[in-house]
């Protein structure tokens, strides 16, 4: 009785960790997640180096779109890739 309540117990013990890795591996990256507060600040200091002023509303979507090229071509550029328009 002692053997098969162990080994049962190891097996209960293999399927939870199999699960856990399984579960830990399967998600992908996902964009739409919310984001930290870390996260955000360092994406506000990226988009203000590359010109953006969140306080000129006078000039706004030129103002972002220029400054959200720019960080997307830096992103292209240290990922290897191109960027196109």
Known sequence: MKIVSLAGLGALLAAVSMSTAFAQSARPYDPSAPKTRAQVKADLAEWRAAGYDPLDWIDYPQNA???????????????GGTMTQ
Request: aromatic share 0%; no cysteine; proline share 0%.
């Open 65 to 79: 779109q220029r400054a959200g090229r720019i960080v997307a071509a830096r992103h292209a550029q240290e990922s």
